[in-house]
């Protein structure tokens, strides 16, 4: 028995040689099929296009324990955001730390754990189980992960308490890859807000984050969704954000990727009823030697459907970022409207950006459009600024906020964006 | 105040001020006119400490300060303020954070009691008034999507909050109209006081008669080279440039 995993033999990884705590007897059968998958998929190299622009060497560099620490005494520490009135649920290197059973909640909003969900919601867990066909990290945090959360929400209930999860990732003596997955469950005609916030507080090891989140959201319900990378340098993450929409349904969502030695996210939305509209606003900020990376696919498998995505980055120093944004309208999806969007601005002249708009359109009548556009911060604007008194460092600062103030703006919870706008402005003050 | 002693100025190694000669005092006005590309834009670029121009010869002293050891942002914050022949845009900076911004750092170096945020606000509404653009403009972007006479009154607006010694208008006049001319003039004659100099550079006497220069200078290839009474305006616009070269 061991309890790490080498990836320089991942084709003979094996659950009898891993010391798992609570294997899920439920999950056992998706547990195989998905690691029969990432056994059987090439390990994430550049030579895979699926990971083209992600350094992986780190992979192969070192052994990863997988975490058994279930943090039974730990105290955590306050988050970084308060969010009053927030339904707040903890995870330590992957594995849930919140007692969800003493929790008593508004009517209309159920959170369960893996290990207590009832046969049907098992159920409902294995029909949204799917193996990726390009992912082999998500199959494999298919495979390890024994620590989720299935959120459900009633029937044209409207949640007024945002549910904030933090994924804190902590030291743990060696590096080491953590598992979890996030299920939400929306009932026709509800709403309701999730805030994730990745906190990771590591400085030792290096810790592969491999972690899912997945909405069902049914016919006229309205979901919102933060997604918050505010990361350590050592922190690696490979994660899946996936959204299946019903008719009519709506998904806001916000992504911010701060810090991080990787951060692969992978977004896909699924249009599958009538109707149903997504917006999608990113920001990515790398510095010094950080890679961001978020790769997303809209897919328009049914007519009248909409989306409308929006990406902006800030690289600076040596940093790196990937934005890839695909939109595939399938052969019925008439009268798509689909509209994609990528702006970068380059610090310095070492930063890097590789951004790709894809498109796949089997349909005629239907309205698309992107773009993408790569440039430096204007000089002429700052030599006007500093015209005015205003030295160069804070002219800088002031176009780089106001280069993704537009985007801060759909962030409509108040205390959230009041965070997010000390956060970017201080992150903004110590760029050069 | 200002004097300028032989000065040489190169764009992209392009020499285009050629031994300029300069010397404004407290309280005076100047007019400089001259010819297109005759480099009285590279001028105000230079004095005002713009990137890429570069000094190859002679001396500018501001208050008695080598002032072309200075950054740009230093220069404004020591009182000297250029309004642009063409004001840049900025998208995504109010107009109201980008006036704040300059008041504040402005009045801090010079050792001003800052504006409290109700004193502020209330100065720069009066202002907007006083150059005639809507109070809603503070709320836009900086000039973004101004027309051409918003964006010179918006500049004459920052120049009367940040008060300076020495105000350098670049063709403030070209693409107003009449009433707007009469308001910049205005604005300008407001500002006009014995401790304050100004530097106009304009293609048209009509201007002068509203704001009333002590000299006027021609620039012409990088160099003044006529210097004269107000009259001399009204020579220029009679006999044209050419009389200029044939002198
Ligand atoms: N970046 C540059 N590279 C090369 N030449 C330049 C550059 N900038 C300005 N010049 C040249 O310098 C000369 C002076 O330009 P400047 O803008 O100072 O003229 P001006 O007197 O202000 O003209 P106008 O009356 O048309 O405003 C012009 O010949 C112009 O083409
Ligand atoms: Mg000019």
Redesign the interface.
């Known amino acids: 028995m061991s309890n790490s995993i080498d990836f320089n033999n991942h084709a003979s990884l094996d659950f009898d040689e891993l010391s798992q705590v609570n294997r899920l007897e439920w999950l056992s059968s998706i547990q195989n099929d998905a690691l029969g998958a990432f056994k059987s998929m090439p390990l994430p190299t550049r030579k895979v296009e699926h990971w083209k622009y992600n350094d992986m060497s780190f992979l192969k560099a070192q052994t990863f324990k997988l975490n058994t620490n279930t943090y039974e005494d730990l105290a955590v520490s306050s988050s970084q955001i308060a969010l009053p009135n927030s339904i707040e649920i903890t995870f330590i290197n992957g594995v849930l730390i919140s007692d969800l059973t003493t929790r008593s909640l508004q009517p209309g909003i159920a959170i369960t754990s893996f290990d207590s969900v009832s046969t049907e919601q098992q159920q409902f867990i294995i029909e949204q189980t799917e193996i990726d066909s390009k992912n082999a990290l998500d199959n494999l945090n298919l495979a390890l992960c024994n620590n989720g959360i299935l959120i459900e929400i009633t029937k044209n209930i409207r949640i007024e308490s945002p549910v904030f999860i933090r994924h804190i990732t902590l030291d743990n003596g060696a590096a080491e890859v953590t598992t979890n997955r996030v299920l939400v469950k929306q009932q026709p005609g509800s709403e309701f807000t999730l805030v994730e916030l990745f906190d990771s507080q590591i400085e030792e090891d290096s810790t592969l984050t491999l972690q899912q989140s997945l909405f069902s959201i049914d016919a006229n319900a309205t979901c919102n969704h933060y997604r918050l990378n505010l990361e350590s340098e050592r922190a690696i993450q490979s994660s899946k954000v996936e959204s299946r929409l019903a008719q009519s349904a709506t998904l806001n969502c916000f992504f911010l990727g701060l810090g991080s030695r990787l951060n692969r996210t992978d977004i896909n939305v699924k249009h599958q009823g009538n109707g149903s509209h997504a917006e999608l606003t990113g920001i990515y900020l790398p510095a010094n030697e950080q890679a961001i990376d978020y790769h997303s696919n809209i897919e328009h498998q049914v007519a009248h459907c909409t989306s409308n995505e929006i990406f902006r980055g800030i690289i600076a120093d040596e940093a790196s970022a990937t934005f890839n944004g695909k939109i595939h309208i399938f052969e019925d999806a008439q009268k798509s409207d689909a509209f994609l969007n990528n702006k970068n601005l380059l610090l310095t002249n070492r930063a890097e950006i590789n951004t790709k708009p894809e498109l796949e359109i089997y349909a005629d009548d239907v309205k698309c459009a992107h773009g993408a556009t790569v440039a430096q911060l204007d000089?002429?604007?700052v030599?006007?600024?500093?015209?005015?008194?205003?030295?160069?460092q804070?002219?800088k600062k002031?176009?780089s906020?106001?280069?993704i103030?537009?985007l801060l703006n759909k962030v409509k919870l108040e205390e959230l964006n009041d965070f997010l706008t000390s956060l970017l402005d201080e992150y903004m003050s110590h760029l050069d | 105040m200002l004097s300028i002693k032989n000065l040489h100025a190169n764009v992209e190694d392009k020499n285009i001020l050629k031994g300029l000669n300069l010397e404004v005092k407290p309280g005076e006005v100047h007019a400089i006119m001259g010819p297109n590309g005759s480099g009285k834009s590279t001028f105000g670029y230079v004095l005002s400490g713009r990137e890429g121009y570069e000094v190859t010869e002679g001396e500018v002293k501001f208050d008695g300060q080598n002032i072309l050891e200075m950054e740009a942002d230093e220069r404004a914050r020591e009182g000297l303020f250029l309004a642009f022949q063409y004001p840049v845009e900025i998208p995504g900076v109010s107009n109201m954070e980008f006036l704040k911004a300059s008041i504040d750092t402005t009045r801090e170096y010079q050792g001003k009691e800052p504006y409290d945020a109700v004193t502020f606000m209330k100065l720069a509404r009066e202002k907007c008034q006083q150059v005639n653009l809507d109070q809603n403009f503070l709320k836009r972007g900086v000039n973004e999507g101004f027309s051409g006479g918003e964006k010179k009154r918006n500049e004459i607006m920052q120049m009367i909050m940040l008060e300076p010694k020495l105000c350098i208008l670049d063709e403030t006049d070209s693409g107003l109209d009449i009433d707007a001319l009469q308001v910049v003039a205005d604005g300008v004659n407001a500002c006009r006081d014995d401790n304050r100099a100004f530097i106009v550079v304009t293609h048209y006497q009509r201007l002068l008669d509203y704001i009333v220069p002590d000299y006027v200078h021609v620039l012409s290839d990088g160099k003044i080279v006529k210097s004269g009474g107000k009259e001399l305006a009204l020579e220029l616009e009679e006999k044209g440039y050419s009389w200029i070269d044939k002198l």
């Open positions: 000089e002429k604007s030599y006007y600024l500093q015209t005015r008194g205003i030295d160069r804070k002219a002031m176009l906020i106001a280069f103030q537009e």
